[in-house]
């Protein structure tokens, strides 16, 4: 296993290219089983998350040719319909592969996803959205087992006590673009990947209205074509940078991103602070003045996005004063604070809440990565604390992040990646 040892304070300073959301690649790669023509899917970032779903799609018969920055995928005639738990215990985001396969295949099994370091992660809205278009699903030795004659419209009421679900939202939309007949999603998630789904799926020639908002109309038809995509910029790979540079006192710009995807973060960091300029497609980030501490509520989109959340608290730790975090889509999304804790932040849990009170100068520590976020979020407090910090298990930081260390050396951060005795 590997470990990222980083050596702070640094401020960062330069420019950072943006990869593409790999949240949007992953359902895109997914809606390929839904036709027998071949696909292009262009800006995919080279990530651990998207070598598991090309296994799982390879798993299927379906030909994937890697290329730098781009997979060409071939799914005509995949015989096979079932995700594996090898694969799908690896990335639960593999789940979203049942839609596809049920709508094209009239059968599936695909592995029910486990949970995760962040919390459980449950899928019966997944089940009621497919069931509710006339699939029969059982569970059975760990698999989602699957058929159905024919897929049906309906209408599809999708909130759940979380609020939406961006992969519930893929799944019966992909489901239902070769259902017969009319599907209204009711409480569908509005994030930018959803959107950027629903206009790959378009260009096969899927009929889908309403996607970014909270209602969805699929009209079903036939067949669905082969199709190029452009996967749209990592909206949390972006702010994740955004935050490098406030916590690091730095002066950074972010190329590539999508301004209008990040509202809720610039507000965020326009309150603490720090001075956020556009160019064109360039977020210029800085650090100008003292910051002040914000309070942040983690909402579907367009509120904040959880898997901003660590990368946030980090910053807050510090920030003289007093902030509070509220995780409302997943409230256990606190393994970041115990290790933060190892770096001197002062932070207390009350329930779904953090209350972090901001310290001087964070100490640098050996820490443990546990999940994508909480990793990114120890980076960035590594580059802000004095004296070095090793994060072991980046495997974690791998599923999500296109080769950070070098990213941030470039900007100025002293970090390295060395092999774990
Ligand atoms: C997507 O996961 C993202 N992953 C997550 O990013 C992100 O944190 C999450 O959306 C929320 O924005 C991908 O897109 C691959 P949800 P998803 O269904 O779709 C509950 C990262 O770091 N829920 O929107 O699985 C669920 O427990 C990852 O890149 C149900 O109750 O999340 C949560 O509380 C982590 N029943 C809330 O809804 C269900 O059937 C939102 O989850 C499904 C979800």
Redesign the pocket.
Known sequence: MDKIAIEGPTRLRGTVEVSGA??SA?PIMAATLLTDEKCVIKRVPPLRDVNTMIKILRNLGVKVQVEPGRLVIEPKGYKNYIAPYKYVKEM??SFCVLGPILAKHRKAQVSYPGGCA?????????LKGIRALGADLKIEHGYVVGETRQLKGAHVYLG?????????TDNVMMAATLAKGRTVIENA?C?P?VVDLADFLNKMGAKIKGAGTHFIEIEGVKRLDGAEAEVIPDR?EAGTFMVAAAITGGDITVKGARFDHLGALVDKLQDSGVTITRHGKDIRVRVQRQLRPVDITTL?YPGF???LQAQMMALMTTINGISVITEK??PDRYMHVSELARMGAQIKLEGDSAIVKGVKQLSGAPVMASD??ASAALVLAGMAARGRTDVSRVYHLDR?YDKIENKLSQLGANIHREREE
Not at 160 to 168: D, E, I, K, R, T
């Open positions: 790999k949240n992953l639960r985001a962040i919390g459980n992660r449950p899928v019966d809205l997944h759940g006590a979380f609020g939406s679900s961006v992969l519930a998630a994030e990947e949390i579907p996005p959880t898997d889509i997943y994508l976020r999500g």
